[in-house]
T-cell receptor, first 111, second 114 residues
Framework: GNSVTQMEGPVTLSEEAFLTINCTYT??????LFWYVQYPGEGLQLLLK?????DKGSNKGFEATYRKETTSFHLEKGSVQVSDSAVYFC??????????FGAGTTVTVRA | GAGVSQTPSNKVTEKGKYVELRCDPI?????LYWYRQSLGQGPEFLIY????????DSGLPNDRFFAVRPEGSVSTLKIQRTERGDSAVYLC????????????FGPGTRLTVL
């Protein structure tokens, strides 16, 4: 079946530190891959996506590259801010509309 | 335009009661999804509508759960004889035909069954 495994948290960083959240997946076919973010008190927001191998998604300084050979979609940001504190979810769409999510990684950035 | 909206934002009910959760998708989005998010977990798929019909309800946990979308826009998730294990955040998402795979989520309804 389809599944997503992402790095367990919580992760605590200082401002301007480098952030990586690992995400690997298992899927049949050619899934699209997503990172969603949930800021405190808010709903899930799409952060970035990639629809095919070697695509790089990017948004708000975050990047993730679709690596088919390693079935990975790791999220990175070079210099985090306090406002990046949130829960981050990796997800895949097989594609058949049923998004499969990882368990989420809580990131806290301290000033 | 407006995003996906869900009402109520919070619902507290007693075990055995009936509840209805409402979702207003983004205008023009034909596809609508319901997910359930338990504490500390990622959302899990419940049901998918394409237009008025439930194209896939394989994620509904049992027959106490039912969802409708009578006019192809607003959807209602209905839970009968609620149990404490139903406590979770219920998320609704919508997408347009031309953006397969990009689902936009509402803020969720937090259901607490006492």
């Amino acid at each position: 079946g389809n599944s997503v495994t992402q790095m367990e948290g919580p992760v605590t960083l200082s401002e301007e530190a480098f952030l990586t959240i690992n995400c690997t997946y298992t899927a049949t076919g050619y899934p699209s891959l997503f990172w969603y973010v949930q800021y405190p008190g808010e709903g899930l927001q799409l952060l970035l996506k990639a629809t095919k191998a070697d695509d790089k998604g990017s948004n708000k300084g975050f990047e993730a590259t679709y690596r088919k050979e390693t079935t990975s979609f790791h999220l990175e940001k070079g210099s985090v801010q306090v406002s990046d504190s949130a829960v981050y979810f990796c997800a895949l769409n097989p594609p058949d509309y049923k998004l499969s999510f990882g368990a989420g990684t809580t990131v806290t950035v301290r000033a | 335009g407006a995003g996906v909206s869900q009402t109520p934002s919070n619902k507290v009910t007693e075990k055995g009661k009936y509840v209805e959760l409402r979702c207003d998708p983004i205008s023009g989005h034909t596809a609508l999804y319901w997910y359930r998010q338990s504490l500390g977990q990622g959302p899990e798929f419940l049901i998918y509508f394409q237009g008025t019909g439930a194209a896939d309800d394989s994620g509904l946990p049992n027959d106490r759960f039912f969802a409708v979308r009578p006019e192809g826009s607003v959807s209602t998730l209905k839970i009968q004889r609620t149990e404490r294990g139903d406590s979770a955040v219920y998320l609704c998402a919508s997408s347009s035909m031309g953006q397969a795979g990009t689902q936009y989520f509402g803020p969720g309804t937090r259901l607490t069954v006492l």
